[in-house]
C-alpha cells in the first residue's frame, strides 16, 4: 500500500497546485461573481478544503472539526450560485490558510491510516479519490468561470498535436450486449455503478466530435432560424434569448471570431465545437439527419471491447492518460484539432472522445439498475429525473484522475458556459446491419 500511499500523496499535491495557480490573482477578481451561473473563485476556493475536513477529516479520521461555523456557508445546497456573493465567505489570504491547515492534516491522516480497512470509505483510499476528484471538477469549475470573467493574461495556454484529416466520418457498432458501468474502478462515483448487461441494436457513431467548420455550416443554412430541427422546449429557449452561435462566438464581416479568456481570435474550424447546449447540439444532430446518442451508445462505442468481453477503462485500454492518447489536464486552453489522437482511439474506432469537449447524450440523469447511494444522497441521487441530461467523456480542462470511460457528468439541457461539445449517432439500416 505504501505505492498507492504515494500516489494519493503525489496526486493532493498535483490538484492542490492547480487550485492555488488559478487563483493566483488579485482579490478583486477573486471575491467578484463574474456571472450568476457561478461562484466568486474563492468561494470555490475554501470550499474544496471544507469538503475535504468533512470527508477525510472528520467523516474518515474522525477529527474533531477546524472551523464548524463556515460548514454551511460551503454547503454547495444550502445557498445557490447566484446568491454566493452575499455570504461572509473567507477573504483569499483566510482561504488559503484554511485550505493550507487543512491539507497539513489530511496528510496527517494519509500517512496512519490503512488503506486495506474494509470500511468503505478508507479502503483502496477511496475518500481520498473523493476529494481529489471533487477539487479537480472545482478547477474546472473555476476555469469556466475565469472564461466568463474575460481577463487576458490569466489563464496559461499550451501547445497541441496537429489534427488529421484522413478517416471515415462514422464508425460501426454492431448489434450486441455490453457491461455498462462498474464494480471494479476503486474510485469510481456511486451514479457508475453497479455494471449491468445492456443489449443495444446496431448503430453508426461520429468518429470525432462535430467541428466548428461543420457547426458553422448548421448556421449559415439558417439552423438557428428553422424550427424543424428544434425541440419545442429548445425553440423557445433560443427565442427567448436571441442565440443565434454557439457561446463567446460572434460573426465579424464574413468571418466568426470568438473570445477565448479574454482574448477574441478566429474560430479555428478544425477544433470540436465547444460552449452549445443541448438544445444546439440536438438541434445539429437533426438537420444533419442524425441524432445525438443515447448515453449506453457513447459507452459501448467509447470502451467496450467486445473480443475480449469486457470493457476498457479509457478508449485505448488500461494504459493511464497520456498526452500523445488525449488532450486532458489543461495541456492548453482549448480543444484539440480533430484527429489529433489517433491512438487514443476506442475498440470501434472513435477517437477524441476522451478530453477535448464533454459531450452531450440524449439520455437523462438516472441511476442504474440497483443503485446505492455513497457517500451521500446529495452527490448523485437528488440529481435524478428529467431535468439534467448526461454529458460524457471530459474536456481539456478535466484532469485524468476525474476521467474514464464509465465517468458520468450532467447539467442542465440550457448550459453553455462549461466546456461542451457533441458527436451524431444514427440507427443501423437493416441493409447495413
Not at 468533512?54 to 474522525?62: I, K, M, P, S
Request: glycine share 10%.
Amino acid at each position: 500500500m505504501t505505492d498507492l500511499k504515494e500516489r494519493i500523496a503525489a496526486q493532493l499535491t498535483a490538484v492542490r497546485d492547480r487550485s492555488l495557480g488559478y487563483t493566483a490573482a488579485e482579490d478583486d477578481l477573486l471575491v467578484r461573481q463574474h456571472s450568476p451561473l457561478m461562484s466568486p473563485l474563492v468561494w470555490d476556493l475554501a470550499h474544496v478544503g471544507n469538503y475535504e475536513e468533512l470527508w477525510v477529516l472528520r467523516a474518515a479520521a474522525g477529527i474533531t472539526p477546524l472551523r464548524p461555523e463556515i460548514d454551511d456557508i460551503y454547503d454547495a445546497f444550502k445557498t445557490p450560485r447566484r446568491d454566493r456573493p452575499t455570504l461572509p465567505f473567507l477573504r483569499p489570504a483566510e482561504a488559503r490558510d484554511y485550505i493550507g491547515g487543512v491539507r497539513g492534516r489530511v496528510l496527517d491522516v494519509l500517512d496512519a491510516v490503512d488503506l486495506a480497512d474494509p470500511d468503505p470509505l478508507r479502503r483502496d483510499g477511496f475518500v481520498f479519490g473523493l476529494v481529489i476528484q471533487h477539487e479537480h471538477q472545482h478547477d474546472e469549475t473555476m476555469l469556466a468561470t475565469l472564461q466568463l470573467a474575460g481577463r487576458p493574461g490569466v489563464v496559461r495556454d499550451g501547445d497541441l498535436p496537429p489534427g488529421l484529416s484522413a478517416g471515415p466520418e462514422e464508425v460501426y457498432v454492431p448489434a450486441g450486449e455490453f457491461l455498462m458501468g462498474t464494480d471494479s474502478l476503486p474510485w469510481a462515483y456511486d451514479n457508475e455503478r453497479p455494471v449491468h448487461r445492456v443489449d443495444l441494436p446496431a448503430y453508426w457513431i461520429d468518429r470525432l466530435p462535430v467541428g466548428n467548420a461543420a457547426y458553422a455550416a448548421f448556421i449559415e443554412d439558417g439552423g438557428y432560424h428553422d424550427a424543424r430541427w428544434w425541440t419545442p422546449e429548445g425553440w423557445r429557449w433560443r427565442q427567448e434569448n436571441g442565440v443565434f452561435a454557439p457561446l463567446f462566438w460572434t460573426r465579424d464581416g464574413g468571418a466568426w471570431w470568438r473570445t477565448r479568456f479574454g482574448r477574441p481570435e478566429p474560430v479555428p474550424m478544425d477544433e470540436p465545437v465547444q460552449h452549445v447546449c443541448w438544445y444546439e447540439a440536438d438541434a445539429y444532430a437533426r438537420w444533419a439527419g442524425k441524432r445525438l446518442p443515447t448515453e449506453a451508445e457513447w459507452e459501448k462505442a467509447c470502451g467496450w471491447d467486445a473480443a475480449a468481453g469486457r470493457a476498457r477503462p479509457y478508449p485505448w485500454g488500461e494504459q493511464d492518460p497520456k498526452p500523445e492518447l488525449a488532450n486532458l489536464g489543461h495541456r492548453a486552453a482549448r480543444p484539440a484539432p480533430l484527429g489529433a489522437y489517433p491512438g487514443g482511439a476506442s475498440p470501434y474506432g472513435a477517437e477524441q472522445m476522451v478530453g477535448d469537449v464533454w459531450e452531450w447524450t440524449a439520455t437523462w440523469f438516472d441511476g442504474y439498475p440497483g443503485f446505492r447511494a455513497f457517500p451521500y444522497r446529495e452527490y448523485s441521487e437528488v440529481f435524478f429525473g428529467k431535468e439534467y441530461r448526461v454529458l460524457r467523456g471530459g474536456s481539456w480542462a478535466a484532469d485524468p484522475a476525474a476521467v474514464r470511460t464509465t465517468f458520468r457528468n450532467w447539467d442542465y439541457p440550457i448550459r453553455r458556459q462549461i466546456f461542451t461539445g457533441f458527436r451524431c449517432a444514427r440507427t443501423a439500416t437493416p441493409e447495413e446491419r
